[in-house]
């Protein structure tokens, strides 16, 4: 998998959307973060996104939401990266995670996935809200075992 993409390409943030998560869920200038750990198994990318759509939709109050890196596949998928339905149920995942978030208000999820762009394979941290994904933001620091 790739780092940060070489030109430096990233998606930006709408920046009213942000503004009105964190503006309005602020109490006291606090957010309330939730370090997410659902159930997963490794390359079972419907039994993973169902429990982190049961998760945020459960959750209440949060205003961030973080899952770990590569839930929605698993970390361990080793070769299986290569392989492109893999990498399309991710996609097709993502989709239907963000969709699970437009009647949670006011809370921003960041899930992770490997996403392919350009013939390259990144590992990513999307973030979603609102029924949108906001932001697909790539690893920058990739170690080398």
């Known amino acids: ?7 430096g390409e990233q998606v930006a943030v709408n920046s009213n959307h942000r503004s009105n998560i964190l503006g309005g869920d602020m109490k006291n200038s606090l957010l309330r973060v939730c370090a997410a750990v659902p159930k997963m198994r490794v390359a079972d990318v419907g039994l993973n996104t169902e ?31 290569g392989n492109d339905l893999l990498i399309q149920k991710a996609e ?6 963000a969709t699970a978030t437009i ?10 996935l490997p996403y392919r762009y350009k013939n390259d394979l990144y590992n990513c941290a999307a973030m979603v809200s609102g029924g949108r994904i906001l932001a697909l933001i790539p690893k920058s620091y990739v170690p080398s075992y």
């Not at 998998?1 to 030109?7: A, K, L, S, T, V």
């Not at 209440?60 to 361990?76: D, H, N, Q, R």
């Open 1 to 7: 998998m790739q780092g940060e993409p070489e030109n």
């Open 103 to 112: 009647d949670i208000d006011g809370t921003v999820a960041l899930v992770g």
């Open 51 to 81: 429990h982190i759509m049961e998760m945020i939709k459960n959750a209440s109050g949060y205003a961030v939401m973080v899952f770990p890196e590569l839930c929605i596949t698993g970390y361990t998928c080793g070769d299986l990266f």
């Open 92 to 97: 097709e995942a993502l989709l239907r995670i």
